[in-house]
């Protein structure tokens, strides 16, 4: 683990750990920089809460106005600060995260242990049920609920919850799965602990660092899908931009005013790059097997 | 073999019931009435009965159900609310572009991901190996449409070497212009979804790498390249077919936002039409046929898997 020091006592040409050794020893920079990207965009949330540039639906600027001393990132078409609109759109983007994820862990939680402690037949089917949603990209469920609830941001994050639910899920039977056929558990059944016991003190600790993993991952796609949805005009309407919607506006004055395209971009790239490191770095901590690589 | 494409085509039966039910209640329980498309705000009870009478939504869920799934699988989709026309035909002429978009955009990603992951891989303690490996990681963090945007920007704004966008009026009668319409966003299709390929293509080579099979064929003195030839593609192809039917829908999806971008008339144009119109005809048709698309490619990568692997063949159980 990245507590002891990286020391390499021999080298042994074997080609896996050969491969290994770097990503091993980058790790831990890999969440550090992980951290550092996310909570820069937490803090500009944060900020926003307390502090904007400009009023949120101010159009005094001068329209398409480049990066300056007042504007830092310039304005858009209708002369709104484009810093403005980013530092919501961080609030939003984390909002839309943190919602996704949370349906998907709640259901998927729910429906996973249900799974793998039902009878055979039920597992049987939940399992068939789960594969057929997995087998449909996020994006597509999404659209199909928010082509029937109407656009707006709370519709988006559901949809995506809902989607995310099921992997989720499969994830938790096969983890919990692995857990119940332990000789602790049978030790601890064998001693009198009852089953709401045995999911809390045993499988629900031990599932927890590759569930924790996984829904960083899908913060990150959840992020990304809603982008996606916000871009086509079916996420949350104006004046509530998030990152997608913003360079669905600046799109069509790409030239005249590039940052407008671009800086939205780069907030994306940095948040889910950012979950997504620390879920790469977190998982060499969550998966034993990995760790002696 | 024979036992598990029964039950493997038992599942994709199942799935496309599952399917069908999922598309049909969310399309019919949820909004209002289906019939309020066609009506006014201000309808009279006499013309709402009507309306309901005409879309059949005043019988009973179940009657609707089969009647309906009947249809769907008889490819009987219905005609649009707001022009009248039949779906079926429409979806068609939209998927001239959206397939090629998908298919070729796949392609080109996935060749570009085998290099670029077999590259990373061999090369994983070397400056390109790291270098690979980093643009994967941002890839998979980029939003498509974002690329799309930026690409138009340099190539069709800047450079003016290809258009931002738009289709031929006369669709493929002159292929080197649909082609030429379709670059940009094939490009940035391929771009985005070989991230995500070049990391499997990536984790499945550094497997090969690390195996006996390979270390044994290496000291027995085949040469690196003909070992990997040799015992690599096959065993290293298995994990990476597995995930390849997922990655084409995830394709077409992402060919449904790029349209957009590219302001192609495609499925994805379609589709975003029919929902600003609550054309519910149009929605479950474009919906039902592209499920009917993420099914089979996900159906053909589990039998595509099986013959790679014979491990895999041997076993009946399948592979849950």
């Known amino acids: ?293 | 073999m024979p036992a598990y494409l029964i039950r493997r085509f038992a599942f994709l039966v199942l799935s496309l019931v599952v399917a069908l039910v999922v598309i049909f209640v969310l399309l019919r329980l949820l909004p209002g009435d289906p019939a309020n498309a066609l009506l006014s705000v201000n309808a009279t009870p006499e013309q709402i009965a009507a309306a309901r009478a005409q879309v059949g939504s005043d019988r009973p869920l179940a009657e609707q159900f089969a009647t309906w799934a009947g249809q769907m699988l008889r490819f009987d989709l219905g005609e649009s609310y707001i022009s009248g026309l039949p779906v079926l035909p429409e979806v068609l002429a939209r998927l001239q572009i959206t397939l090629p978009l998908t298919v070729l955009g796949f392609l080109l990603a996935l060749a570009i991901a085998l290099v670029a992951g077999v590259a990373a891989a061999v090369g994983s303690n070397r400056w390109y190996g790291t270098l690979l490996n980093g643009f994967a990681q941002v890839g998979i963090a980029i939003p498509v449409f974002w690329i799309g945007i930026i690409l138009v920007w340099v190539f069709a704004l800047q450079l003016g070497m290809l258009p931002s966008g738009g289709f031929p009026r006369d669709d493929w009668e002159a292929p080197g212009d649909a082609l030429t319409a379709l670059t940009l966003p094939i490009i940035t299709i391929a771009v985005v979804m070989s991230a995500s390929l070049t990391r499997y293509v990536r984790a499945a080579t550094l497997d090969v790498l690390g195996s006996g099979y390979l270390r044994t064929a290496r000291a027995g003195g085949a040469g690196m390249a003909q070992a990997l030839w040799r015992h690599g593609v096959r065993n290293g192809s298995v994990p990476v077919i597995a995930i390849l039917g997922i990655e084409l829908s995830t394709t077409l999806l992402g060919a449904v936002v790029i349209e957009s971008v590219f302001t192609l008339p495609g499925l994805g144009n379609m589709l975003l039409d029919a929902i600003a119109q609550h054309d519910y005809p149009n929605i479950q048709g474009i919906l039902v046929v592209s499920t009917l698309f993420v099914l089979l490619v996900g159906f053909a990568a589990d039998i595509a898997q099986r013959l790679v692997d014979p491990r895999l063949r041997l076993s009946v159980s399948g592979n849950r």
């Open chain 1, 1 to 293: 683990m990245s507590d002891t020091a990286p020391v390499q006592v021999t080298e042994i040409p074997d080609a896996a750990a050969a491969a290994r050794r770097p990503r091993r020893r980058s790790r831990r920079a890999v969440l550090v920089i992980g951290c550092v990207l996310t909570a820069s965009v937490i803090l500009l949330a944060l900020v926003s809460l307390v502090w904007l540039p400009f009023p949120q639906s101010d159009t005094s600027g001068t329209r398409l106005e480049g990066p300056g001393a007042e504007h830092w990132l310039g304005t858009d078409k209708l002369g709104r600060d484009l810093m403005t609109q980013l530092m919501i759109g961080a609030r939003i983007a984390l909002v839309v995260g943190l919602g996704s994820v949370a349906i998907a862990a709640v259901l998927g939680l729910t429906l996973g242990l249900i799974a793998a402690f039902a009878w055979p037949w039920l597992d049987d089917t939940l399992s068939a049920a789960l594969d057929v949603i997995i087998a449909f990209p996020v994006l597509l469920l999404a659209m199909l609920v928010v082509a029937v609830q109407g656009a707006s941001l709370w519709s988006a994050i559901l949809a995506i919850g809902l989607a995310q639910s099921a992997v989720v899920a499969r994830l938790v039977r096969i983890l919990a799965r692995r857990v119940l056929g332990e000789q602790f558990v049978t030790a601890s059944r064998t001693s009198g602990t009852r089953w709401p016991g045995v999911v809390g003190g045993h499988i629900l600790p031990n599932i927890a660092p590759m569930l924790g993993v996984n829904l960083a991952l899908q913060f990150g796609i959840a992020v990304l899908a809603e982008a996606s949805l916000s871009y086509l005009g079916l996420g949350a309407p104006p004046p509530n931009a998030s990152w997608g919607r913003m360079l669905f506006e600046a799109q069509g004055t790409v030239l005249t005013a590039p940052v407008g395209a671009i800086a939205p971009g780069i907030a994306l790239v940095v948040l889910v790059l950012g979950v997504n490191f620390i879920a790469d770095g977190l998982r060499d901590v969550a998966d034993p097997t990995r760790r002696h690589g």
